[in-house]
């Protein structure tokens, strides 16, 4: 007899809020404020220590960490403190910001790959191609059209992040229109959140933190956790598009309003606002 598969993409929003997680981030300078307070949101908290003579120090007391490869000059520290978090069994998430776009960031993320075991790799669709070995298109941080997960290409993406996802040993969360996430058995695809999400720097920065959150909340299904963050995103990006179109706001108040609505989103919200197809 097959074994059940069983999703529950409500309940680490819940533990998250109930654990409270400390979150080891080594991240950019441009989003670590965002980051910091889109932990501090769910109910969790961050800590940005970044320096080498203290970072495997910190992750020791910590309970995930979060290496977010903007801060490519601290490549260094992501391995020192990864290679820790490793040996502690701790959740370890990589952001691969622009990561095939340049010599020092094809090295750096080879280095990350070979030297640490990232239970969650967090990137958008160039990101996320290049790290598969397939052409990938970006230039700067952000996707290039070229390379985004749609309806028509959905079947190549999914199998592209199942197979990236088996060779890693990760979860993978491919993000953009459509979140594509998957274990290298479970898939799933998000249809949440809103183009303005990409209006603002660190909408990735800050998922990418938010999966360390609820991956420390709940280690036991890392898979789970990666969802359930991905699609609490979603929602609350949809709960600030609202206001932003009610109140003829633009992206400056859409980003605060975003983490205001993580610091209020319910289960209940996340329930009846989750869209998604499994596969
Ligand atoms: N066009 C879009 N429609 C809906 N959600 C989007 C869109 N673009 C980005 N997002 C959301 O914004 C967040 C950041 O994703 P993405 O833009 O891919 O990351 P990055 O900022 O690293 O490039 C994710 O939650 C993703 O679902
Ligand atoms: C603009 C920029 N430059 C280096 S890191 C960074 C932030 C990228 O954040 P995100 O990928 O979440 O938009
Ligand atoms: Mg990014």
Redesign the pocket.
Known sequence: MEATIMYDFITPLHCVRQNQPLIQCITNFVTVNDCANIILATGGSPSMSQDIREVEESVSGADALVCNLGAIDFTASMVAAGKKANQLKKPVIL?P?AAGTTQLRREASRTLLEQVHFSVIR???SEIRFLSGQQSSGSG???SPKDAATIDNLPDVLEMTRSLARKAGSVIVL???L?VISDGTRSVV?H????T??RITG???M?TALIGAFCAATPEDLFCAAVSA?AA??VC?ELAEKRRLTNQTGNATFRTDLIDAMFNLTEIQLREGIHYELF
Do not use: E, H, K, Y
């Open positions: 952001d910001v990137g958008n669709a941080v952000d996707v993000s953009g229109a979140d998000l949440n959140g809103c183009p999400m990409a909408s990735g920065c998922l991905t995103m979603g990006g």
